[in-house]
């Protein structure tokens, strides 16, 4: 059975651009994952606008240098919609993760990984920092 991770645009940043401070650590998490197939990643639909918008910024300053496609078996998109605006309404979400530390786009994750009970991987110490307690964080830093 595959295990299921849900993995922040910090990290797929630090992978996609060889150029990030992370990228040895997030091209080691993603070769892993494609070499072993037994990591399921759940995909958030936000993720392609946050990743495509970061990735555009960093291109036209001139800080970007991609890599090419990895593979790996998935990835599991995940809604962001009316059942799941609820279910965090249902578990207090806004509540739990409304701490310093924590912004806009990291709560999404973080309310994922409590709903579903899965990891978050991530190179964010400070948002990991402030939720260690309250879901399993991996941090690739």
Known sequence: MLQRKIVDASVWIGWLDASDFFHSTCRSFF??????????????????????AKIRAKKRVGNFLSLAPFEAHGPEFYAIDSMFLKTCQDKNIWDIFSVPGVGSQDLIYAAIS????????????????AIATKIKIELLS
């Open 114 to 129: 409590f709903i579903e009970n899965i990891p978050l991987v991530t190179t964010d110490r400070k948002m990991a920092d």
């Open 31 to 52: 070769e892993e994952v494609s070499r072993t197939r037994e990591t399921q990643i759940v995909v958030p639909i936000h993720l392609l606008f946050e990743v495509n």
